[in-house]
């Protein structure tokens, strides 16, 4: 090609990008046609193929690429003679055209980096010649392609199209960042002129400072003008440029088709994948870094969700699996559904996975809510298979999800019924070029949090703070959620000392979990301009990077890291809470089996200025009394390992703890279990049916 090297390499580029087009069109022909049984279409789809492979055959003759060239010529070949026989298309020759459009692509890459030779292509070459259709009809090989074609004006090129390269995109990308750091700083000298403005009019001493003043508050209003224009354009053109950026879906889940395709072949599965929603575009960058999740989502479905034909068919299920993927909008960023209707996930058998290899210890293990159970699979090193195999069991698993959709500053969790089916759920943000965040003042620091996973910012009285299992919460939307302090969880010596009536609270939402934030105030939301820590700061803990706001240069927190430490941090207590009530506090001992009665009874307590602790049953209680001072113990009856009864006995028996009230709360409601109450020695005796708070308070306070 006796061109200028910068010509050719443009050509390339064209070409790569044509080419990429163009296989995707046969790849999405070739999947169609093996569930198509209507001949219009079929032939349809024959002809689309035919044209496509010979738009490739053209163009890559252009650049001078031998090698797919030929390949899409036999493509080419076989279509032709489909086109005009009408007949089937076998699955050998469906493998053997993917296998011909992956070598197409392989050429290209090796063609594109430089490389000293390119991938073979005679070994499919020669498979391809071998397909019956293409000796029907055989197009001249060596035909030269005429110089002038009647142009088909349907599928021409619009006029106002135009390809922009992906590093073009970017550099502007760039430049929009540094605008919008020079907006942000616009907006704090702003803030200084003002201030300045408002001390001229404080001062107003000499003749001279009203005229100060009021060439202060012009210039001041000539740069609010002026910020405000800036800002607008700006908006325009980052939105401009974020379309640009934009690319549909299809574009990553037409490839999962082939994919779905070929491992339920290899695995004697029969499956199905529908795809709804993915005509919404989103940032080419974004789309990249869901392609590998997607894949390993898919794999794990078919490999460890979809039972085999026969399996589904003794459980009653059709014999094809289906996969079904979603996309929708979601305030802002794209959510992804991947739903099974295979075998679904069984928490205990996830739980004693993760002990075995040693994910979790056995105390952890029999802690675990199902949920938890569930979120393992994503843990570094899981898999639930003893044998190790080509798609599964390598120990590079789920992980690889989670970790990419962190990189996106996405989350990630699934939902799952045993004998039923899995779905994973993606949700990402729409772009990465730029963000809004929550600025909250935390130890005395502002901070950003990205607002993709605050739910809300409220004020919380301090004394409707609950206590759950000794962890502080709330209820939030008619659910109990955990209440951490943020300070603790960044590592401040000294959290919420100060006593304040109410708390600012920011609720976070990460999959299934949610979690109440409380920071010293709640300073306003911005738009930021994220940039990544340079080493060593990049592995700070619950930072992502820092960020150019109106108020200066801050850290940008990691919402959802926060999320996961402050589920993984185990019972937290929020400073200062306990001090409210301190000279008053009396220490109370609640000991039942249920959850539901432990708690109702501990924040009416709690509630009313009392200390407690907690026990699940008489030896756990008796345990702690042996341990600390308790001023009262609340009991019920009905408990493994030892019952309130013998509780009761064995503290009335004890001289050093005998004069410690204990009051029981059962549903033992016969007056023989009064009695029974009664001659153990207890000072108290509630029914649950008819239980009051009013009626608990009383009995403890005439006890204590």
Same mark, same amino acid.
């Given at each position: 090609?006796?061109?200028? +090297?910068?010509? *050719?390499?443009?050509?390339?580029?064209?070409?790569?990008?044509?080419?990429?087009?163009?296989?995707?069109?046969?790849?999405?022909?070739?999947?169609?046609?093996?569930?198509?049984?209507?001949? $219009?279409?079929?032939?349809?789809?024959?002809?689309?193929?035919?044209? %496509?492979?010979?738009?490739?055959?053209?163009?890559?003759?252009?650049?001078?690429?031998?090698?797919?060239?030929?390949?899409?010529?036999?493509?080419?070949?076989?279509?032709?003679?489909?086109?005009?026989?009408?007949?089937?298309?076998?699955?050998?020759?469906?493998?053997?055209?993917?296998?011909?459009?992956?070598?197409?692509?392989?050429?290209?890459?090796? @063609?594109?980096?430089?490389?000293?030779?390119? +991938?073979?292509?005679?070994?499919? &070459?020669?498979?391809?010649?071998?397909?019956?259709?293409?000796?029907?009809?055989?197009?001249?090989?060596?035909?030269?392609?005429?110089?002038?074609?009647?142009?088909?004006?349907?599928?021409?090129? /619009? +006029?106002?199209? *135009?390809?922009?390269?992906?590093?073009?995109?970017?550099?502007?990308?760039?430049?929009?960042?540094?605008?919008?750091?020079?907006?942000?700083?616009? =907006?704090?000298?702003?803030?200084?002129?003002?201030? #300045?403005?408002? /001390?001229?009019?404080?001062?107003?001493?000499?003749?001279?400072?009203?005229?100060?003043?009021?060439?202060?508050?012009?210039?001041?209003?000539?740069?609010?003008?002026?910020?405000?224009?800036?800002?607008?354009?700006?908006?325009?053109?980052?939105?401009?440029?974020?379309?640009?950026?934009?690319?549909?879906?299809?574009?990553?889940?037409?490839?999962?088709?082939?994919?779905?395709?070929?491992?339920?072949?290899?695995?004697?599965?029969?499956?199905?994948?529908?795809?709804?929603?993915?005509?919404?575009?989103?940032?080419?960058?974004?789309?990249?870094?869901?392609?590998?999740?997607?894949?390993?989502?898919?794999?794990?479905?078919?490999?460890?969700?979809?039972?085999?034909?026969?399996?589904?068919?003794?459980?009653?299920?059709?014999?094809? %699996?289906?996969?079904?993927?979603?996309?929708?909008?979601?305030?802002?960023?794209?959510?992804?559904?991947?739903? $099974?209707?295979?075998?679904?996930?069984?928490?205990?058998?996830?739980?004693?996975?993760?002990?075995?290899?040693?994910?979790?210890?056995?105390?952890?293990?029999?802690?675990?809510?199902?949920?938890?159970?569930?979120?393992?699979?994503?843990?570094? /090193?899981?898999?639930?298979?003893?044998?190790?195999?080509?798609?599964?069991?390598?120990?590079?698993?789920?992980?690889?999800?989670?970790?990419?959709?962190?990189?996106?500053?996405?989350? &990630?969790?699934?939902?799952?019924?045993?004998? @039923?089916?899995?779905?994973?759920?993606?949700?990402?943000?729409?772009?990465?070029?730029?963000?809004?965040?929550?600025?909250?003042?935390?130890?005395?620091?502002?901070?950003?949090?990205?607002?993709?996973?605050?739910?809300?910012?409220?004020?919380?009285?301090?004394?409707? @703070?609950?206590?759950?299992?000794?962890?502080?919460?709330?209820?939030?939307?008619?659910?109990?959620?955990?209440?951490? $302090?943020?300070?603790?969880?960044?590592?401040?010596?000294?959290?919420?000392?100060?006593?304040?009536?109410?708390?600012?609270?920011?609720?976070?939402?990460?999959?299934?979990?949610?979690?109440?934030?409380? &920071?010293?105030?709640?300073?306003?939301?911005?738009?930021?301009?994220?940039?990544?820590?340079?080493?060593?700061?990049?592995?700070?803990?619950?930072?992502?990077?820092?960020?150019?706001?109106?108020?200066?240069?801050?850290?940008?927190?990691?919402?959802?890291?926060?999320? =996961?430490?402050?589920?993984?941090?185990?019972? *937290?207590?929020?400073?200062?809470?306990?001090?409210?009530?301190? /000279?008053?506090?009396?220490?109370?001992?609640? *000991?039942?089996?249920?959850?539901?009665?432990?708690?109702?009874?501990?924040?009416?307590?709690?509630?009313?200025?009392?200390?407690?602790?907690?026990?699940?049953?008489?030896?756990?209680?008796?345990?702690?009394?042996?341990?600390?001072?308790?001023?009262?113990?609340?009991? =019920?009856?009905?408990?493994?390992?030892?019952?309130?009864?013998?509780?009761?006995?064995?503290?009335?028996?004890?001289?050093?703890?005998?004069?410690?009230? #204990?009051?029981?709360?059962?549903?033992?409601?016969? =007056?023989?279990?009064?009695?029974?109450?009664?001659?153990?020695?207890?000072?108290?005796?509630?029914?649950?049916?008819?239980?009051?708070?009013?009626?608990?308070?009383?009995?403890?306070?005439?006890?204590?």
């Amino acid at each position: 090609m006796d061109l200028d +090297p910068e010509i *050719v390499q443009l050509l390339l580029g064209v070409f790569e990008v044509e080419l990429g087009e163009q296989t995707d069109l046969i790849t999405d022909g070739l999947l169609k046609l093996e569930n198509e049984a209507d001949k $219009d279409v079929r032939h349809g789809l024959f002809d689309a193929i035919f044209r %496509a492979a010979h738009n490739i055959k053209g163009a890559a003759r252009g650049v001078e690429i031998p090698q797919i060239t030929e390949l899409a010529h036999h493509i080419e070949s076989i279509f032709s003679g489909l086109r005009q026989s009408h007949g089937d298309i076998e699955p050998q020759t469906l493998r053997l055209c993917f296998l011909a459009l992956d070598r197409m692509r392989a050429v290209m890459a090796s @063609v594109r980096s430089g490389a000293a030779s390119a +991938p073979e292509v005679g070994d499919i &070459v020669a498979q391809l010649e071998r397909v019956p259709e293409e000796r029907n009809s055989q197009p001249p090989a060596a035909a030269a392609e005429p110089i002038a074609e009647i142009i088909d004006k349907k599928h021409a090129p /619009g +006029p106002e199209a *135009v390809r922009v390269t992906v590093a073009r995109l970017e550099h502007v990308a760039a430049l929009i960042e540094e605008l919008q750091v020079f907006s942000l700083e616009m =907006d704090g000298l702003l803030g200084k002129a003002q201030a #300045v403005e408002e /001390g001229l009019q404080a001062l107003h001493k000499t003749a001279a400072v009203p005229e100060l003043a009021a060439l202060a508050k012009e210039v001041r209003k000539d740069l609010l003008l002026r910020s405000r224009k800036q800002q607008q354009l700006l908006d325009e053109l980052q939105a401009e440029t974020r379309n640009l950026r934009m690319v549909p879906i299809a574009s990553v889940t037409r490839a999962l088709q082939r994919i779905v395709w070929e491992l339920a072949q290899k695995l004697n599965k029969n499956v199905r994948l529908t795809i709804i929603g993915d005509e919404l575009e989103m940032d080419r960058a974004v789309l990249e870094g869901l392609r590998t999740p997607l894949v390993h989502l898919v794999n794990n479905a078919i490999d460890h969700g979809i039972e085999a034909p026969a399996v589904r068919l003794k459980h009653n299920k059709p014999e094809t %699996a289906c996969i079904a993927i979603q996309v929708q909008s979601d305030n802002g960023r794209i959510l992804i559904s991947v739903q $099974d209707d295979g075998c679904g996930i069984d928490p205990a058998a996830i739980t004693q996975a993760a002990l075995r290899k040693k994910i979790i210890t056995p105390e952890q293990a029999a802690e675990l809510q199902p949920e938890e159970a569930l979120d393992l699979v994503f843990a570094p /090193g899981f898999s639930s298979r003893e044998i190790i195999t080509d798609v599964s069991g390598r120990g590079v698993g789920l992980d690889v999800v989670r970790t990419n959709v962190a990189a996106l500053k996405g989350e &990630v969790w699934l939902e799952s019924t045993p004998g @039923v089916g899995t779905t994973f759920y993606l949700r990402v943000p729409l772009t990465v070029v730029t963000d809004r965040g929550l600025i909250v003042r935390c130890g005395g620091a502002l901070f950003a949090v990205p607002t993709a996973l605050v739910q809300q910012v409220m004020l919380l009285d301090r004394r409707q @703070v609950l206590e759950v299992e000794s962890t502080h919460a709330l209820l939030w939307q008619g659910k109990t959620v955990a209440l951490r $302090d943020l300070a603790a969880l960044l590592g401040f010596e000294h959290g919420q000392d100060k006593l304040q009536a109410t708390l600012n609270l920011v609720i976070l939402a990460k999959g299934l979990r949610q979690l109440a934030l409380v &920071v010293e105030d709640v300073v306003g939301e911005s738009e930021l301009v994220i940039k990544p820590l340079l080493p060593p700061l990049e592995a700070v803990r619950h930072v992502i990077g820092a960020a150019f706001t109106s108020q200066g240069l801050m850290l940008v927190l990691n919402a959802g890291d926060l999320v =996961d430490t402050a589920y993984r941090s185990g019972t *937290v207590r929020i400073g200062g809470l306990e001090e409210a009530s301190a /000279g008053r506090q009396t220490e109370i001992l609640i *000991v039942d089996d249920s959850i539901t009665t432990r708690t109702l009874e501990q924040n009416i307590l709690t509630a009313h200025g009392y200390r407690v602790s907690v026990a699940t049953d008489g030896e756990e209680a008796w345990d702690m009394i042996r341990q600390k001072a308790f001023d009262l113990v609340i009991t =019920d009856v009905e408990m493994p390992n030892m019952n309130g009864f013998e509780l009761t006995e064995l503290i009335k028996s004890n001289d050093k703890y005998a004069a410690m009230p #204990v009051v029981i709360v059962t549903s033992l409601a016969r =007056d023989s279990e009064k009695q029974r109450g009664i001659e153990v020695g207890a000072d108290g005796y509630i029914v649950k049916g008819q239980f009051e708070a009013k009626v608990l308070l009383d009995i403890v306070r005439q006890l204590t």
